[in-house]
């Protein structure tokens, strides 16, 4: 995406998960990003969430608007994040989910944490928690 506008970027994240979902049919899939991909992510979940069988945002910056999406999404976040507003984006996620019953949010969150792990031993468990999560679909 790094020609792209924002508008761009996010048709060619839809028309990828378009392909691949018709390529690889009926696989589960799934979208995962990491800081300021997440926007991204949002918006296109917001205008295409077909075929998605859930998301996963690794310290999601927010995209400005609340997730409207209607999958299952887990987000990770850090308590001392410098870039995204920890107890507003909690919040932000909390009220998102409560306005949608469709918009299942799960928060894994880590109290020594900033906008990326630090701690190894913190890194293995988010990747434990995501491999479990995707283990639900």
């Known amino acids: 995406f790094y020609n ?9 994240v839809v028309a990828w998960k378009n392909y691949l979902s018709e390529l690889y049919q009926p696989s589960r899939l799934f979208y995962l ?16 969430n077909h075929n998605l069988t859930a998301s996963i945002s690794y310290f999601g910056i927010p995209s400005g608007s609340l ?4 999958i299952p999404s887990l ?15 909690i919040e932000e996620l909390k009220y998102a989910s409560k306005m ?5 949010v799960e928060l894994l969150t880590y109290e020594n944490e900033g906008h990326f792990f630090k701690k190894t031993e913190n890194l293995q ?5 995501v491999i479990q999560y995707l283990g639900k679909f």
């Open 125 to 129: 468990n988010s990747i434990q928690k």
């Open 33 to 48: 990003t990491y800081s300021s991909g997440n926007p991204i992510m949002e918006q296109a979940l917001s205008l295409d």
């Open 100 to 104: 949608n019953a469709e918009n299942n």
């Open 67 to 70: 997730p409207t999406h209607k």
């Open 4 to 12: 792209y506008d924002y508008p761009e970027a996010v048709s060619d």
């Open 75 to 89: 987000y990770i976040l850090g308590k001392y994040d410098d870039r995204v507003k920890f107890c507003d984006r």
